[in-house]
């Protein structure tokens, strides 16, 4: 009896358990099998395009970057004529890259009486001196031998003219040679460094990626440009890009304030560029895209960047510096400044928002005003006026009273 007793007590407990067992998993959730599988990725490693232009002199190849070429065989008076032909010392191009690259030479620089060199035709080795030419990573050309030849029809509008400052300039850029994933086409659009005047001003109103090789001057024209303003020096930047690679662009001043602009913008990238002259450094009309404006120092007549017209469009402008009066339109979305700094070296700077805009650890020089008055929509962070830190309390102080409206959040 006893035994029954304990077996339907142990019965009734496994029951028990098994039924606060369930009870309690209803709350909980279960556990999976799980398990990981991972494979190393090869290191990502840029590439570097590296060339260089080499002469040969005292029996050795020598770097030529820098140096004067002397025409071989000249007479001693070192003059021109019709028919004559003289030749530069023997040349060659080392890609030091690890990149394949295609070049051309180009004559760049020339200062004086530029149309004398409308007579002169430049040739290498029988060939046109914008001929295409190609080298491998680490390769090296063939001897390059330049010669300079006065056509016997040069007449008498050339006589007593001069030139200086010539230079061979080398201009490469990627060959479509190293391949990705879908091949070696990728980069067959790779554009070469822009020289002159007309490509710079052809690429970006084209939206196409501008690299400058050269400082370039815009001369003053006597016609209006798509926007109607001018006479200007003016290239239009309908997007894409302008990469400075640290030159500059400039162009004349106009007397009327509404024209003279060096870059008219309709959106797109500035980078890496000093721009100089122009009532407006740079001037924006009606943008069919962002504007953004990096690493570039505006030293205009007036104007560092102004806006009469904007399509909801943002300004974007860091790492730069503004040495004069920055106006924009309330047809703007929003304006941002990071890292820039307004005024220097003594210059007379301003600020002058009608949208939404807000500075983030901008540096404000002597002369710095800020108008304020188009707007209460300005956010000041980590911003300093010659070194001290702007706050609330201080920031009519030390922008005028203007500023009122503007907000420092420095958190």
């Known amino acids: 009896?006893?035994?029954?007793?304990?077996?339907?007590?142990?019965?009734?407990?496994?029951?028990?358990?098994?039924?606060?067992?369930?009870?309690?998993?209803?709350?909980?959730?279960?556990?999976?099998?799980?398990?990981?599988?991972?494979?190393?990725?090869?290191?990502?490693?840029?590439?570097?395009?590296d060339i260089a232009?080499?002469?040969?002199?005292?029996?050795?190849?020598?770097?030529?970057?820098?140096?004067?070429?002397?025409?071989?065989?000249?007479?001693?008076?070192?003059l021109w004529e019709p028919g004559c032909t003289y030749i530069l010392p023997d040349l060659r191009v080392v890609n030091n890259g690890n990149l394949a690259l295609k070049y051309k030479l180009v004559i760049t620089g020339i200062l004086g009486d530029a149309e004398l060199n409308e007579a002169i035709e430049w040739t290498i080795g029988g060939l046109a001196l914008d001929t295409e030419y190609h080298l491998a990573a680490g390769e090296v050309s063939d001897v390059l031998t330049i010669s300079g030849h006065m056509k016997e029809t040069a007449g008498n509008e050339y006589q007593g003219l001069s030139i200086d400052g010539i230079s061979i300039t080398v201009i490469a850029t990627q060959d479509t040679v190293e391949s990705d994933s879908y091949g070696p086409d990728y980069d067959q659009a790779a554009p070469y460094p822009v020289l002159h005047v007309d490509e710079l001003k052809a690429s970006a109103a084209a939206g196409g990626y501008v690299s400058l090789g050269a400082s370039i001057t815009i001369p003053k024209e006597d016609t209006k440009n798509d926007n109607g303003y001018g006479p200007s020096g003016v290239s239009q930047l309908n997007g894409g890009i302008i990469d400075g690679n640290g030159y500059e662009i400039s162009a004349p001043w106009a007397a009327n304030y509404t024209w003279g602009a060096t870059i008219y913008s309709k959106g797109g990238t500035i980078r890496n560029a000093t721009i100089t002259g122009g009532f407006r450094g740079i001037f924006i009309a009606a943008p069919t895209q962002d504007i953004i404006i990096d690493n570039v120092v505006i030293n205009p007549g007036a104007y560092t960047i102004s806006c009469d017209s904007g399509s909801n469009k943002n300004l974007i402008v860091t790492n730069s510096v503004l040495n004069g009066w920055t106006s924009y339109a309330d047809t703007l979305a929003s304006a941002s400044f990071t890292n820039c700094k307004f005024g220097s070296n003594g210059s007379y700077a301003y600020l002058r928002p009608y949208c939404k805009t807000i500075l983030v650890n901008c540096e404000f020089e002597d002369g710095f005003e800020m108008d304020a008055t188009r707007t209460s929509d300005i956010t000041l962070v980590n911003c300093t006026y010659n070194g001290t830190l702007i706050t609330q309390s201080n920031l009519t102080s030390l922008l005028g009273d203007d500023a009122a409206n503007a907000t420092v959040n420095n958190n």
């Open 53 to 78: 232009l080499e002469m040969y002199k005292d029996g050795a190849w020598k770097s030529a970057e820098g140096e004067t070429l002397e025409f071989i065989d000249m007479d001693d008076n070192d």
């Open 1 to 49: 009896m006893s035994n029954k007793n304990a077996t339907k007590h142990a019965l009734l407990s496994s029951a028990l358990a098994m039924f606060l067992s369930v009870v309690m998993l209803m709350g909980t959730t279960f556990a999976w099998f799980t398990d990981t599988a991972s494979s190393a990725v090869n290191r990502i490693q840029a590439g570097n395009l």
